[in-house]
């Protein structure tokens, strides 16, 4: 099915194709995580929830593949480089203790994915150490297991995960379209630009859509 896409239309294999939802995690959502301790608003990130839910909600009724992904690392820190973790003055670095736990560690209530997207039984749930989906997690060779050739993103931040979880499908061959109002940055503008340059030179990264153009092609 053709979904009305920028900067043309997207032809949806829905058989090969992925539901890709990044880092919807407490840590970035909500207060006291690890988006918050780096000094972002992280209100400006929950108004995207209702239409994730939306197109979650409407993929799985279709029998869709679903993948859920989580900015996660090992409590012994061992997949955390010294780069990250030393970077900047965050309040509180990766590994130390915050208001939900243990900041980005896996299995700390802040590392959940947040309940109103919470992963069903045989979703796949990728825990990766850093801001693309494919690095140090085996998410290619699963995706090529299903025949996946497509992957349709949503999630959190764009210019950050979201797009270098994109640039490393893109690499890898996949085609991906990005759900424009179900994405979100801390910095607005950031988000805007991100969608011009995935979209940008005949989609040099991907496409983009609004999520009611997906909704409207699913089978
Ligand atoms: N800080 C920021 O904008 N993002 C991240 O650190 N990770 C994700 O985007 N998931």
């Known amino acids: 099915m053709p979904i009305d896409a920028q900067p043309f239309a997207f032809g949806l294999d829905f058989p090969r194709a992925a539901l890709v939802i990044i880092d919807m995690q407490r840590d970035f959502v909500e207060p006291g995580g690890f988006g918050e301790t780096l000094g972002n608003d992280v209100s400006l ?15 799985r009724a279709a029998g869709g593949v679903v993948v859920h992904t989580r900015e996660a690392h090992r409590p012994d820190l061992s997949d955390c480089p010294p780069a990250k973790r030393l970077r ?7 590994g ?17 994915i947040i309940d109103a997207l919470a992963p069903a039984p045989g979703e796949l749930v990728i825990d990766k150490p850093g801001k693309g989906a494919f690095y140090a997690t085996g998410l290619h060779e699963r995706l090529q297991a299903l025949g996946v050739t ?20 893109n ?4 085609d991906a379209l990005l759900l424009e109002d179900c994405t979100e940055s801390y910095f607005p503008h950031f988000k805007a630009a991100a969608i011009e340059m995935i ?15 997906l909704l409207a092609a699913l089978p």
Do not use: H
């Open 45 to 59: 990130l929950q108004a995207i929830v209702p239409a994730c839910a939306a197109v979650l909600r409407a993929w």
């Open 88 to 94: 900047g003055k965050p309040s509180l670095r990766i």
């Open 96 to 112: 130390d203790v915050g208001p939900m736990g243990r900041i980005l560690i896996a299995g700390e209530p802040g590392n959940q």
């Open 150 to 169: 497509q992957l349709v993103f949503m999630g959190v931040t764009t210019e950050v995960c979201v797009q270098t979880s994109m640039r490393e499908a």
């Open 171 to 174: 690499d890898r061959g996949y």
């Open 199 to 213: 979209r940008a030179q005949g989609a040099i990264v991907g496409w983009t859509a609004p999520s009611q153009a």
